[in-house]
């Protein structure tokens, strides 16, 4: 089944936007991997295709992922090889308990959604900072520009070592060698690199944060708020680009909900990757009056 999106109105708009053919499939899909530490909130979950045709994903972009007996979720893709898609999941909901805690064999696929994160143009060094399931957008991100960028630092930030969800299933088979890897928890542990939240990372550096040509950043709201407040702060915002979440309803663009707050954006068709130069008004609205994202 496809399904038009529904930006691809008019001969303009499917010419300037569509490139003539912009396509969301339904895609049924089997569990072929679960992996999760006991007891943990967060699983990696690999999921493949069934039919012949699928759809092929690029970093930043999503899918609604469909639950028989429960809802559809939008779910950020992790990784895309082959026919194989990669999910992180944490606990939140009744369906992505379901999915933690028990995946179904069988899952429905309706993808891609949104638009691909901006790749790096002229950048030599870059540095990605994803929190908690924030981390799922960048991963695929760094393991595309691996090859042309110079130096890239992935920070994988959580707030107990049982959060970290095992990435190893990703970073085995993705391409993933000229990239350096930290890990940032909040709670002491004998494994981690660095102690603290990812803004203690970003503080912790200070003016180092001017050497890197592109920030990207990925995780909870809290999070972006206050990352945009430093940015901004060091006139660096033309430097930054964050990874928004905001309420997804049908993730085809029809519905309007997840307009991203103080913009005229859609998520699911714009989004999610945004320059933070274009967000004065989200900040203002989220971040300083804040608008609750429900």
């Not at 339904?26 to 007891?39: D, E, G």
């Not at 992922?65 to 939008?74: C, D, F, Q, R, S």
């Not at 992505?96 to 950048?123: F, H």
Request: aromatic share 12%; net charge positive; with cysteine.
């Amino acid at each position: 089944m496809y399904i038009l999106r529904s930006y691809c109105r008019g001969r303009r708009y499917f010419e300037e936007y569509c490139g003539g053919l912009a396509l969301t499939t339904y895609v049924p899909a089997k569990l072929v991997k679960h992996v999760r530490k006991p007891v943990s909130p967060v699983a990696v979950l690999v999921y493949k295709a069934l039919t012949a045709k699928f759809f092929m994903s690029l970093p930043g972009h999503f899918c609604m992922l469909w639950v028989p007996g429960y809802e559809a979720i939008p779910l950020s893709i992790a990784y895309q090889e082959g026919a194989h898609y990669y999910f992180i999941v944490k606990k939140r909901g009744l369906t992505t308990s379901k999915l933690v805690e028990d995946p179904p064999q069988y899952v429905g696929l309706i993808g891609p959604a949104g638009s691909s994160i901006p790749m790096p143009t002229a950048e030599k060094r870059v540095l990605l900072l994803g929190g908690g399931v924030g981390i799922a957008p960048l991963i695929y991100f760094a393991s595309r520009i691996a090859n042309y960028v110079e130096n890239v630092t992935l920070v994988y930030g959580v707030r107990s070592f049982n959060e970290l969800a095992k990435l190893d299933e990703i970073l085995n088979v993705g391409k993933f060698n000229n990239i350096k890897f930290l890990i940032a928890v909040e709670e002491a542990h004998e494994n981690v690199v660095f102690k603290g939240t990812l803004i203690d990372f970003v503080t912790r550096i200070g003016d180092e944060i001017k050497e890197y040509d592109k920030v990207y950043a990925s995780g909870p709201q809290i999070f972006l708020c206050k990352l945009y407040e430093i940015f901004d702060k060091m006139k660096l915002l033309d430097r930054l680009v964050l990874v928004l979440e905001t309420y997804v309803r049908c993730g085809l663009g029809f519905c309007g909900r997840c307009t991203v707050p103080g913009t005229e954006k859609l998520l699911c068709r714009d989004g999610p990757a945004f320059p933070a130069r274009l967000l004065r008004n989200w900040f203002l609205r989220v971040c300083v009056k804040g608008d609750r994202i429900e």
